[in-house]
Every structure is written in C-alpha cells, then in structure tokens.
C-alpha cells in the first residue's frame, strides 16, 4: 500500500510543480489560467487519491472523495467566472508583436 | 524523523511561496484572484497531507471540507462581483 501512495503523490507533486512554474512564466492572465486551471486540477486529482491509499479503506477516504468532486466541480467555474470578468473589463489576449 | 510525508510538506509549502509571488506581483487584479485559487487548493491537499501524517485524517479531512466550501466564496463570490463592478483603474 505504502509504495501505490507515494507513487500517487509524486506524480500529483510534479503536476503541481508543473502548474506553479506555467503561473510565474506565462505572460498573460488567459495563459496562466490555462496552466493554472488544467494542470492543478489534475494534480489535486492525483495528491488526493493518494492520500485515500494511504490508511487503507475507511470513512476518511469518502470524504477525500467528496472534496475531490467539490474541486473538480469547482476549479474550471471558477476560473471561467474570473476570465470572464477580465475579458468583459477590458482586458486583452497577449498576442506576439509584429515587426 | 524525517519521512517521506515531511518532504511533500517542504514541496506543498514552497509551491505556496511561488503562487505568492504572483499574488503580491500580478498586473491586473484578476492575476492576483487566479493566484488566490491556487493557494486555497494547495491549502486543502496541505491539510490532507497534515492529516496524514499525523495519522489523524478522519479530523483533518473535515477541515479540509470546510476549505473547499470557502473556495466558493474566495473565487467564484469575488469573480462575480468584479464583473459587476468593472475594474478599469485597478
């Protein structure tokens, strides 16, 4: 059980590395959001189910699921309604200057 | 003793550091929402973690739920009132 956990939790972490690297280098608010949206769900998905192995099957791991579903639900909305307010006040794309 | 458990602390942590970054430096104020999300979400899975290694997840998990449902309030309440409001001269 130990080795399924901590496998899980790795692949998880580097998801989120990936996530955090996208957040400080991408040039624009749409781009991070890409990053940021996509990847930190996938990697909550992996952390999580992680966790659930961890102690074998009890109570703990339906509520690490609930939370799982609350996020998932969660993240994309999220960052929809905020994409949205900053298209709608005027923000724009980042796109590549022409010579 | 320092286990494997600690280690994903030590990254959790400072993948925090880095969204913070973003948070205090981000141009528009949706930059700094977007940064806000990440952290909320690395604060529930640093509270699974915690409880993990504590061995106690049946308590830490619940307040772990309860992080998720102020997610809510942080992200989508606030996205929603901007959009509203407009926010050309933050």
Partial sequence: MLAVDTLLICIGLFFLTVAAIGIVRLPDVFSRSHA????????????LIGVAFYQ???????????ILLALWHLNP??????????????????????? | MFTLYHFFFLILTLLILVY???????????????????ISTKAIILLTILGS????????????????????????????YLE??????C
């Avoid at chain 2, 970054?21 to 930059?31: A, I, K, M, S």
């Avoid at chain 2, 509203?84 to 001269?89: D, P, V």
Wanted: a positive charge.
């Fill in chain 1, 56 to 66: 074998g099957l009890t109570l703990s791991d339906v509520k690490v699921l609930l």
């Fill in chain 1, 77 to 99: 909305v999220i960052s929809h309604v905020i994409l949205r307010a900053a298209l709608r006040n005027g923000v724009r794309p980042w796109v590549k200057e022409k010579k």
């Fill in chain 2, 53 to 80: 290694l504590n061995e106690r997840l049946e308590m830490f998990v619940d307040i772990a739920l309860g992080y998720a449902v102020l997610n809510i309030i942080g992200g989508l309440a606030i996205g929603k």
């Fill in chain 2, 20 to 38: 913070m970054y973003r948070v205090l430096q981000g141009p528009t104020v949706y930059d700094r929402i977007l940064g806000l999300n990440g």
């Fill in chain 1, 36 to 47: 940021l949206g996509i990847t930190d769900t996938l990697g909550t998905f992996f952390v």
């Fill in chain 2, 84 to 89: 509203h409001k407009g926010t050309r001269e």
